[in-house]
């Protein structure tokens, strides 16, 4: 069994900062990936952030330069670090997490969300 928990999210002024955490536990051989996804009401879930089991980021342009990803390997923990938050921003925000459960594999997780509301 593999878990997927999220945290970190709060109620912040635009301007602010946050930092998510995604935390993967249980029988992992290795997480290939994390992407990290948002959803806001009454909108399709956009993928936010991505990062490599090598380190590699990507980011979506409504917030390159605004939001960073960075993993601790061995917490098995990935972060999301949030600044200058808009109105826009405010969502769930959830980790998906691609893990290897044995070598050669990849199997996809999801965690339960953490809400982010950002107040004008």
């Known amino acids: 069994q593999v878990q997927v928990v999220e945290s970190g999210g709060g109620l912040v002024q635009t301007g602010g900062s946050l930092k998510l955490s995604c935390a993967v536990s249980g029988s992992i051989f290795a997480i290939n990936a994390i992407l990290w996804y948002r959803q806001a009401p009454g909108k399709q879930r956009e993928l936010v952030a991505t990062?490599?089991?090598?380190?590699?980021?990507n980011y979506a342009a409504s917030v390159k330069g605004r939001f960073t990803t960075s993993r601790d390997n061995a917490e098995n923990t990935v972060y999301l670090q949030m600044n200058s938050l808009e109105f826009e921003d405010t969502a769930v925000y959830y980790c998906?997490?691609?893990?290897?459960?044995?070598?050669?594999?990849?199997?996809?997780?999801w965690g339960q969300g953490t809400q982010v509301t950002v107040s004008s």
């Open positions: 998906n997490a691609h893990v290897a459960v044995r070598r050669g594999t990849s199997f996809s997780y």
């Open positions: 990062i490599t089991s090598g380190g590699t980021t």
